[in-house]
């Protein structure tokens, strides 16, 4: 059997960081084997990074409607209430 093998390629960075930052990241790395400062640093990014899309997200939601989207809008609440109104039988 062929196993095929996924080649990541990663970018190699220098960043300043905070000393106590940096001590608590290496206090991590020693209590857990497997781990290391990259893996560290990957998941804060990650966190910062799902942190970006829901500001994003929310941005997107607070901006005004354009007049097709309030029209659409408009037309699913009338479809939402109509099926409510006939699955309570009052349609």
């Known amino acids: 059997m062929v196993r095929a093998t996924?080649?990541?390629?990663?970018?190699?960075?220098?960043?300043?960081?905070?000393?106590?930052?940096?001590?608590?990241?290496?206090?991590?790395?020693?209590e857990h084997p497997g781990h290391d400062r990259s893996k560290v640093f990957d998941a804060a990014l990650l966190l910062w990074y799902a942190q970006q899309q829901e500001k994003a997200?929310?941005?997107?939601?607070?901006?005004?409607?354009?007049?097709?989207?309030?029209?659409?809008r408009e037309a699913w609440h009338t479809i939402q209430v109509a099926a409510v109104e006939r699955s309570s039988g009052q349609g």
């Open 57 to 72: 997200i929310e941005a997107q939601h607070r901006a005004p409607q354009s007049e097709v989207e309030r029209e659409e």
């Open 6 to 30: 996924v080649e990541r390629h990663r970018a190699r960075v220098s960043v300043t960081v905070d000393p106590i930052l940096l001590k608590a990241v290496d206090a991590f790395v020693q």
